[in-house]
């Protein structure tokens, strides 16, 4: 089982839709989550910290289920600049170090 | 506030050639990392420093792949030899400190022939 498991994509939605992104973790001693995004052929960059049970900040809310080792995150009223891979990562403890553990992402595409 | 600075951005090679990549933290950030992305995968860790020591390469191949931070700040990474899978892209990303947020470079693009 991967580390990290999410729905490649692509999500293609129109310009105000709201949609949501599932990613299931496999090590349930993860204390910390994160969502990144990444625009094509560029480098990821933090979106959102997830610490307790899910964080909301503006159009973007992540929730955190820890009996179910599952995350989402939900964007509300879809902007053409939300299309990029969004990659869920928890931080996870391996050989005594924290690290963050990517997953392979989910595309989302927005059209007009 | 400068980025995450990394040189070359891209690099085309045949394989069993060398190649080396350069970082340069912002300033200030002790922790640096080198991660790998093969196209349609999450970045993966290779290596950790905090300073110039080393915290965690255990997913770095030794017989091949190498690292430095010699004084604590620029690191580079090297490959020798390189074979057809790594062609990838090297991100260099550091944070103040272990547990604080990441910042990326833009990467170095490796294409293996």
């Known amino acids: 089982r991967k580390e990290v498991e999410q729905d490649p994509g692509p999500f293609n939605v129109p310009e105000g839709a709201t949609v949501a992104f599932n990613c299931t973790y496999s090590?349930?001693?993860?204390?910390?989550f994160f969502w990144y995004r990444q625009d094509c052929r560029k480098e990821p960059k933090l979106l959102m910290s997830?610490?307790?049970s899910g964080n909301e900040d503006g159009r973007f809310t992540a929730q955190l289920n820890r009996a179910s080792q599952y995350i989402s995150l939900l964007i509300r009223d879809s902007k053409l600049s939300d299309s990029a891979t969004y990659l869920c990562?928890?931080?996870?403890?391996?050989?005594?170090?924290?690290?963050?553990?990517f997953g392979a992402g989910t595309r989302l595409a927005v059209h007009p | 506030e400068a980025g995450v600075a990394q040189s070359p951005r891209y690099k085309i090679i045949e394989k069993r050639q060398s190649v080396a990549f350069w970082c340069n933290p912002i300033?200030?950030?002790?922790?640096l990392y080198w991660y790998q992305q093969i196209l349609g995968q999450g970045p993966k860790l290779l290596i950790q420093?905090?300073?110039?020591?080393?915290?965690?390469d255990s997913q770095l191949p030794k017989d091949r792949f190498s690292a430095e931070r010699l004084k604590g700040v620029d690191s580079t990474l090297k490959i020798q030899p390189a074979k057809l899978e790594d062609s990838a892209v090297y991100l260099c990303?550091?944070?103040?400190?272990?547990?604080?947020?990441?910042?990326f470079g833009p990467g170095t693009r490796l294409l293996v022939l």
């Open positions: 990303a550091s944070s103040r400190a272990v547990q604080e947020t990441q910042y």
């Open positions: 090590n349930s001693a993860s204390q910390s």
């Open positions: 997830v610490y307790s």
């Open positions: 990562v928890p931080l996870a403890r391996s050989g005594g170090y924290n690290k963050l553990i």
């Open positions: 300033s200030g950030h002790a922790t």
């Open positions: 420093f905090q300073n110039n020591g080393v915290v965690d």
